[in-house]
Structure formats: C-alpha cells, structure tokens
C-alpha cells in the first residue's frame, strides 16, 4: 500500500496528521534554534549601529521566531519561502527598487519592513524561473504565486487596473527568501524531510492503527451459540427474538441472555503487543535521521542518552547551524534587509551560534569530583616521586599552562607559610628550654 508518487498534498497531510511525522520535521529545526545566534560587526565591547539597529528590530518583529518557522516548514516539501513586507507601495509582483541580481541594494532605499510570513510549499507555486544563462540567478524562481490561508483576502492589481480581493497573490522574487534544506542536485528544490521515511510512517499507522482496532475487536470477545442437537428448530419468530437479545446485548446496557437449548461460548480475544514492533520502526527513524534514538524520543529520554550521543548529536547541529543555517537563511535574511534599507550597512558580519559543548552546574561540579579524587589519589600515593606535580598536572589533568603556573605558585606559597610556622614553633621551644635553664 505504498504510494508510489510522493507529492506535497500528501507531505503536508503526514505532517498535519501524524505526530511522529511532525516530530521528523521539526527535529532538526527545533534543536538547530534551541538558543538564538548573535549578529555581531567586530569585536569591539560596544555595540555599533549596526548590531543596536538588529537588536532593535529583532525585538520588534521577532526575526528568529520567523526564520525558526520557515525552517521547520520548509522541510514539509522540497523548499519554503519568507516573505518580507516593505513600505515600498507597490504591488507584491512587482520588484523591489534598488535590487540587483545579486539581490543587492544599488540605491539609497531606506524602506521600513512591516511584516513577515513563512509558507511551506503546499502554499507556493513557482509561477517563472530565470532563463538567462549569463544571469547569476539563472534556473532560480523569479516569480512565487502564493495561497494565503486561513481565508485572508489580498487585493490583487491586474493589468487592465481592475482590483480583485484574491487569497493566491503573484510575488515576485526581490520580495523573499527562498529557504531549501537538504539540497542534492538543484539549488531550488531540496528532499522533503520525510521522503526517505514515508514508507516507514506509513508501517507505522499500520501498526498503531491495527493495534487500536485489534484492542476495540479483542476486547468485546466474540460468541458462538451452539444449538442443542436434540431441541427443535426455533421457528423464524423465535430466531427473530434471540436476534433481538443478542443485539440488546452486545449495543446496549443489556447483560443477560434468555436462552432455551442453546449455549453460548466465548471466542478467545487474540490481543498482541505492539511494542516491539513499533520500537523497530522508531530505531529506522532514528538511525535514517542520524539521531540518537532517546534524543528523537524527546526531553525525558535525551536526558538518559550517553555523553557520546550527545557528543556526536552536538557536532551534527553545530555543522547544520554553520554550514546551512547560518549562509542560506540567516544571511539571506539579514543581507536582504541591508539592501532595503531597513538595516545599516555593516562593514562586515558574523552569525556566531552559541557553544553546544558548554558544560552545565552539574556536569562542571561531576569533573570537579573526579578531578579532586584523582588528586588525592596523587598525593597519597605518592605518585609525585615519579611524575612531578607540573607534569600530572600537564598531562594527565589537562590544564593550561598559566593554570598550572598558578596552583605552582600557591603550593609553594603554603610550603613557605608551612616551613615558617613551623621555624617559629621550633624557636618558641628553644626559648622555652632556655628559660627554663
């Protein structure tokens, strides 16, 4: 029962309906965006205008709310889109003044953005792409029509001047930002997320669908009413009657039977754990996912997964944050606004995504323990003997050179305020025994 032709319609229907489905398209995105980015210009400690004028405008319009979305709803079909509303007073299919092929700002535009709205590809049509091979944009779409749900009503501009309210909208391409996730071949339309896993969600409904049907027949058992060979046939108001009671009982409050020469005996339920079952299509999932399966079973389980899964799962997220996120969305995004206008240009920018490998309380206080234990163990032992403290320390604590210089430094500190203490005990006895002579 596999469908053999994927198409968007039926993408965004596994999305909406199934819940491990979501969990497929929203993975990836809503670990990628667990902690926001900074958009910094240098290294400087104030902020320049640059970097006040995205802060400013991020609190206002919610950028990474925005882009989080187009994200996750990108990955329901081969590509989505953000479009970005301007004050710029013309029609959302005609260009964008001051925008280059590059999709750069040539003018002084100084246009103030008003909102934004994610579509997934159920929502999109590429109407146009560029045809010019000499264009740096070519094979890319110049022109998106775009349904509006939720029955908003636009009005449309035609070229005989007539005005028509219309939920689908021609946009042209200055006006958004084309977001594709798992790009092979083209650079317009990436592999749906759940491609590769259809056929897996589709063994999956069997399964929790069976299970549920099979529980609902199994648990009302079925009846065999054995005739007594020996009685009468019933005549056919007789039959009619036990119809009635049977019926009574099995749709109604009804629980007995009157019954004269026939007993009633009850089919076993063949009732079966699911379990096992479904665990081996969630491990599919997971290893197709490339994720650590406690991690793509959500909060509670990911806090049980090993310090290699996590390990391997953060070196995942960081190289999409870096090598996906951060050059075909969030720059777009930013250098796009730059163009309008809205933003001040920057000399130059970095999109520096927070350290996923930054230890937590509890994981600083677990070293901690650890470490203080194999010290004590040092110095008990008297392992010095054979390995001085500095390289212990070097080699087998892992500490920094200035570290080492220091904790160098207090111990022969306190060896000095030792031996001292110790020098003047000694010279208070002598006075002591010298006095007392």
């Given at each position: 029962?596999?469908?053999?032709?994927?198409?968007?319609?039926?993408?965004?229907?596994?999305?909406?309906?199934?819940?491990?489905?979501?969990?497929?398209?929203?993975?990836?995105?809503?670990?990628?965006?667990?902690?926001?980015?900074?958009?910094?210009?240098?290294?400087?400690?104030?902020?320049?205008?640059?970097?006040?004028?995205?802060?400013?405008?991020?609190?206002?319009?919610?950028?990474?709310?925005?882009?989080?979305?187009?994200?996750?709803?990108?990955?329901?079909?081969?590509?989505?889109?953000?479009?970005?509303?301007?004050?710029?007073?013309?029609?959302?299919?005609?260009?964008?003044?001051?925008?280059?092929?590059?999709?750069?700002?040539?003018?002084?535009?100084?246009?103030q953005l008003l909102y934004l709205r994610p579509f997934d590809e159920s929502c999109v049509n590429v109407k146009s792409t560029e045809k010019d091979i000499t264009n740096p944009r070519y094979g890319k779409p110049t022109m998106y029509s775009i349904t509006?749900?939720?029955?908003?009503?636009?009005?449309?501009?035609?070229?005989?001047?007539?005005?028509?309210?219309?939920?689908?909208?021609?946009?042209?391409?200055?006006?958004?930002?084309?977001?594709?996730?798992?790009?092979?071949?083209?650079?317009?339309?990436?592999?749906?997320?759940?491609?590769?896993?259809?056929?897996?969600?589709?063994?999956?409904?069997?399964?929790?669908?069976?299970?549920?049907?099979?529980?609902?027949?199994?648990?009302?058992?079925?009846?065999?009413?054995?005739?007594?060979?020996?009685?009468?046939?019933?005549?056919?108001?007789?039959?009619?009657?036990?119809?009635?009671?049977?019926?009574?009982?099995?749709?109604?409050?009804?629980?007995?039977?009157?019954?004269?020469?026939?007993?009633?005996?009850?089919?076993?339920?063949?009732?079966?754990?699911?379990?096992?079952?479904?665990?081996?299509?969630?491990?599919?999932?997971?290893?197709?996912?490339?994720?650590?399966?406690?991690?793509?079973?959500?909060?509670?389980?990911?806090?049980?997964?090993?310090?290699?899964?996590?390990?391997?799962?953060?070196?995942?997220?960081?190289?999409?944050?870096?090598?996906?996120?951060?050059?075909?969305?969030?720059?777009?995004?930013?250098?796009?606004?730059?163009?309008?206008?809205?933003?001040?240009?920057?000399?130059?920018?970095?999109?520096?995504?927070?350290?996923?490998?930054?230890?937590?309380?509890?994981?600083?206080?677990?070293?901690?323990?650890?470490?203080?234990?194999?010290?004590?163990?040092?110095?008990?032992?008297?392992?010095?003997?054979?390995?001085?403290?500095?390289?212990?320390?070097?080699?087998?604590?892992?500490?920094?050179?200035?570290?080492?210089?220091?904790?160098?430094?207090?111990?022969k500190d306190l060896q000095d305020e030792f031996n001292d203490q110790q020098q003047e005990e000694l010279d208070q006895v002598d006075e002591e025994e010298n006095g007392n002579e």
């Amino acid at each position: 029962g596999y469908p053999k032709e994927l198409t968007t319609q039926q993408y965004k229907l596994m999305y909406d309906r199934e819940g491990i489905a979501t969990r497929i398209v929203s993975l990836y995105p809503e670990e990628s965006w667990a902690e926001d980015p900074q958009i910094v210009e240098n290294e400087e400690p104030d902020n320049t205008e640059f970097e006040d004028a995205w802060d400013e405008l991020e609190r206002k319009y919610n950028l990474y709310s925005y882009m989080m979305r187009v994200d996750e709803l990108s990955g329901i079909g081969r590509y989505g889109i953000l479009l970005i509303g301007i004050d710029d007073g013309k029609p959302l299919d005609q260009p964008v003044d001051g925008i280059n092929d590059l999709g750069e700002g040539t003018g002084n535009n100084q246009y103030q953005l008003l909102y934004l709205r994610p579509f997934d590809e159920s929502c999109v049509n590429v109407k146009s792409t560029e045809k010019d091979i000499t264009n740096p944009r070519y094979g890319k779409p110049t022109m998106y029509s775009i349904t509006f749900e939720g029955g908003t009503s636009l009005k449309s501009i035609f070229e005989d001047g007539s005005i028509k309210a219309s939920n689908e909208v021609a946009v042209h391409w200055t006006r958004v930002i084309h977001v594709a996730d798992n790009r092979k071949n083209s650079e317009v339309y990436g592999v749906p997320r759940m491609q590769t896993l259809f056929n897996r969600l589709y063994d999956l409904r069997k399964i929790t669908g069976g299970s549920a049907e099979m529980f609902w027949k199994g648990g009302f058992p079925g009846y065999a009413f054995e005739m007594d060979p020996n009685a009468k046939a019933p005549t056919d108001d007789e039959s009619t009657a036990l119809t009635e009671q049977i019926t009574a009982y099995a749709n109604g409050l009804q629980r007995y039977l009157r019954l004269q020469g026939i007993t009633v005996n009850s089919l076993e339920p063949q009732v079966a754990d699911p379990m096992s079952h479904v665990e081996i299509q969630l491990e599919i999932i997971a290893i197709a996912l490339g994720v650590p399966k406690r991690i793509f079973m959500g909060s509670e389980q990911a806090k049980l997964a090993s310090s290699k899964d996590s390990e391997n799962w953060n070196k995942r997220i960081k190289r999409r944050q870096n090598k996906y996120l951060t050059p075909y969305l969030v720059r777009p995004v930013i250098d796009r606004l730059i163009a309008y206008g809205t933003l001040p240009e920057p000399e130059k920018y970095d999109v520096i995504w927070p350290d996923l490998d930054t230890p937590s309380e509890k994981d600083k206080a677990e070293v901690m323990k650890i470490q203080v234990e194999a010290f004590s163990k040092y110095m008990a032992g008297s392992v010095d003997m054979l390995i001085p403290p500095e390289i212990f320390l070097k080699m087998f604590a892992g500490l920094e050179p200035d570290q080492i210089d220091e904790i160098t430094k207090q111990m022969k500190d306190l060896q000095d305020e030792f031996n001292d203490q110790q020098q003047e005990e000694l010279d208070q006895v002598d006075e002591e025994e010298n006095g007392n002579e």
